[in-house]
C-alpha cells in the first residue's frame, strides 16, 4: 500500500556534500511524521533529524549546523541536505514515515536503506 524510495547517496570526500530524498507512494490521506535515521558500522541506529506536523524539527548534536531537513507536501517527499561531511557521518541512512492511510488507518513505514560514504 505504501512505498518508500530512497535516492542520492554515495562516496565523497570529507567536506563535502550530499543531497538524500525519500519519496513516498500509496493512497495516503496525511504524513504527520517524517524522519531519517543512520545506523554506522558496529553502532545501533540513531536518529539524525525529523520533521513533525506543524512543521517542527529535531536535529542530533553531532549533525547541527551541517544538516537540513525539509519536507515537499504537494510530492510527498522528504529531503536532508547534508553538507561539510565527516568520516563519522559514514553510515546507512533510513526514511521513516509514519501516516494515516486512507481506507485503513495509522502506518509506519522505512525505506530501504542507502549508503552514505565519506573517505579521502
Known amino acids: 500500500q505504501v512505498q518508500l524510495v530512497e535516492s542520492g547517496g554515495g562516496l565523497v570526500q570529507p567536506g563535502g556534500s550530499l543531497r538524500l530524498s525519500c519519496q513516498v507512494s500509496g493512497n495516503i490521506f496525511n504524513i504527520y511524521y517524517m524522519g531519517w535515521y543512520r545506523q554506522a558500522p558496529g553502532k545501533q541506529r540513531e536518529l539524525v533529524a525529523n520533521i513533525i506536523s506543524g512543521y517542527s524539527t529535531n536535529y542530533a548534536d553531532s549533525v547541527k549546523g551541517r544538516f537540513t531537513i525539509s519536507k515537499d507536501n504537494a510530492n510527498k517527499t522528504t529531503a536532508l541536505q547534508m553538507n561539510n561531511l565527516k568520516p563519522e557521518d559514514t553510515a546507512v541512512y533510513y526514511c521513516?514515515?509514519?501516516?494515516?492511510?486512507?481506507?485503513?488507518?495509522?502506518?509506519?513505514?522505512w525505506g530501504q536503506g542507502i549508503q552514505v560514504t565519506v573517505s579521502n
Open positions: 521513516n514515515v509514519q501516516v494515516w492511510i486512507l481506507r485503513t488507518g495509522p502506518g509506519d513505514y
